[in-house]
């Protein structure tokens, strides 16, 4: 069973705590395990420590979990039954390593990470201890400010469980206001590149875009785009490929050429992006059939050819 410290008795004009609260510790106070975290707290868990190196991490945990004291991550371990290891994807396994070399005690206490790559393989050392491990990843980006906490609401968070803690884990994520949905331990990679590939990829294409709008001589590139983006965005999550519009998708190979030749001249180090992603949109159009089998080959030939 999880160890969990028992209720303590309401004090007039304060809410009844929570009936099965848990002393949440976090490791890492990044700007997701802080989320994560202050979400736990408003459900009426205790948040007990956290750790934090760098002094932003100190001044997020300052902000954003007042009164919660910063400590080694063995100490925040020791207090807490729920313990969030909230680093980056790179940085757990040597995490997770270390704190299993330690004396610490494990047994019976939740360990949840809330990296999007790894599953519950990464957990193994403290597993061997006696930890029970949740991977709990939310699936948003976070900007370390206020508004992180409503961006909780309504999220999902990929989770992978071992069978009998499911049901804690959907209880967790619900409560910190996400949806669960379940991800097999062996498609955690693609899930995590298809996240990364949506969300951070978007960034540098749209930061493209308004660079090449600002070497047009466009004064507010972001006022431009924006009406067109979010168009485009939820045609794209309603209609899929069929929702494809522009030259690539009518096969208008003389005007991807321009395209091509503008981007040289002007911004060549984002040639390469917009060839391949050209060359990709062709494909996804040809496959939806917006476009014919004679159009695309003119368009890859502009593509490939000694322009591109």
């Known amino acids: 069973m999880v160890p969990e410290p028992g209720p303590e008795p309401a004090q007039p004009g304060q809410e009844s705590p929570h009936p099965a609260q848990l002393a949440v510790g976090v490791v890492g106070a990044g700007r997701a395990g802080t989320a994560m975290a202050a979400a736990l707290g408003r459900a009426g868990h205790r948040v007990v420590a956290a750790s934090a190196v760098s002094q932003a ?3 997020r945990v300052a902000s954003r979990l007042p009164g919660v004291p910063v400590l080694r991550p063995s100490e925040v371990i020791e207090l807490a039954g729920l313990v969030l290891l909230t680093v980056p994807d790179d940085a757990l396994p040597g995490l997770v390593a270390g704190l299993a070399a330690t004396e610490v005690p494990l047994t019976g206490k939740l360990i949840a990470h809330a990296s999007g790559r790894h599953g519950l ?73 298809a996240l990364a590939s949506a969300a951070n990829h978007l960034v ?72 391949a992603l050209a060359r990709l949109t062709a494909d996804r159009a040809l496959a939806a059939r917006t476009l014919t089998a004679d159009d695309a080959e003119r368009l890859l030939g502009v593509l490939s050819g000694p322009t591109a």
């Open 204 to 275: 540098t294409l749209v930061t493209s875009s308004a660079e090449m709008l600002g070497t047009a001589g466009v004064a507010d590139p972001a006022h431009m785009l924006a009406p067109l983006l979010y168009a485009a965005l939820e045609n794209a999550l309603a209609f899929g490929p069929a929702a494809l519009t522009g030259p690539v998708a009518r096969g208008d190979a003389e005007t991807v050429a321009a395209h091509v030749s503008a981007i040289k001249a002007a911004a060549p180090e984002l040639l390469s992006s917009y060839l």
């Open 57 to 59: 991490s100190i001044e």
């Open 121 to 193: 393989g990464v957990l193994n050392p403290v597993v061997a201890k006696g930890a029970l491990p949740l991977a709990m990843h939310p699936v948003m980006t976070f900007t370390g400010r206020v508004e992180d906490e409503a961006r909780m609401n309504g999220i999902s968070f990929g989770v992978t469980a071992p069978a009998l803690l499911r049901p804690v884990a959907e209880v967790l994520v619900v409560e910190m206001g996400g949806e669960p949905v379940f991800i097999a331990e062996d498609k955690r990679g693609i899930y995590h590149a």
